[in-house]
Antibody
Framework: EVQLVQSGAEVKKPGATVKISCKVSGITFTDYYIHWVQQAPGKGLEWMGLVDPEDGETKYAEKFQGRVTITADTSTDTSYMELSSLRSTNTAVYYC????????????WGQGSLVTVSS | EILLTQSPAALSVSPGERATLSCRASQTVISHLAWYQQKPGQAPRLLIYAASTRATGIPARFSGSGSGTEFTLTISNLQSEDFAVYYCQQYSDWPPITFGQGTRLEMK
């Protein structure tokens, strides 16, 4: 059974940094891209970026470029998403999801991690 | 960046009937379009990819069609568990991968 298990909810102050984890099991970690998707309360889905665990290559959405860092640890089959300079508009659920290379559809998803940014 | 516009924003349909959801792309995505279903408090679930291919385990009452810039998700014989929010997503020209704003399917 494929599982993506994310870390728990976080409360952060404006200007802080949050780092969320996504542990993958049931698939070969290096065969899939790991993507991160943001969903603000009551809003739609927004793609943030991805990491290729095979070589660590990353691609980011321009909106998040410079504030987001996505990494993959092949020793623990875990991906991390770090978002810095947090503001209230970053209050959201963050999902990790997998896709095969050359087919960027999200076939497996984590359960989501709620990040609340509040002073 | 390819913009996806979904219509309608909300749709009210009775169980047992058919729902038709639309997704329009700002430029061609060929057939590189997927559909997802999201229920409250849950992660999205992949329904359709390559515009018309059902994902593993998805019932045959879900069907996708279209190519280029116009796409449709049709749900026949609506069941109670089908009432949710539906998103389209393009993976033709990226980054960024983009999603539509969603269609809320409500029970009439």
């Amino acid at each position: 059974e494929v599982q993506l298990v994310q870390s728990g909810a976080e409360v952060k102050k404006p200007g802080a940094t949050v780092k969320i984890s996504c542990k993958v099991s049931g698939i070969t970690f290096t065969d899939y891209y790991i993507h991160w998707v943001q969903q603000a309360p009551g809003k739609g889905l927004e793609w943030m970026g991805l990491v290729d665990p095979e070589d660590g290559e990353t691609k980011y959405a321009e909106k998040f470029q410079g504030r987001v860092t996505i990494t993959a640890d092949t020793s623990t089959d875990t991906s991390y998403m770090e978002l810095s300079s947090l503001r209230s508009t970053n209050t959201a659920v963050y999902y990790c999801a997998t896709s095969k290379e050359q087919l960027e559809i999200f076939d497996y998803w984590g359960q989501g991690s709620l990040v609340t940014v509040s002073s | 960046e390819i913009l996806l516009t979904q219509s309608p924003a909300a749709l009210s349909v009775s169980p047992g009937e058919r729902a038709t959801l639309s997704c329009r792309a700002s430029q061609t995505v060929i057939s590189h379009l997927a559909w997802y279903q999201q229920k409250p408090g849950q992660a999205p679930r992949l329904l359709i990819y390559a515009a018309s291919t059902r994902a593993t385990g998805i019932p045959a009452r879900f069907s996708g069609s279209g190519s280029g810039t116009e796409f449709t998700l049709t749900i026949s014989n609506l069941q109670s568990e089908d009432f949710a929010v539906y998103y389209c997503q393009q993976y033709s020209d990226w980054p960024p991968i983009t999603f539509g704003q969603g269609t809320r399917l409500e029970m009439k």
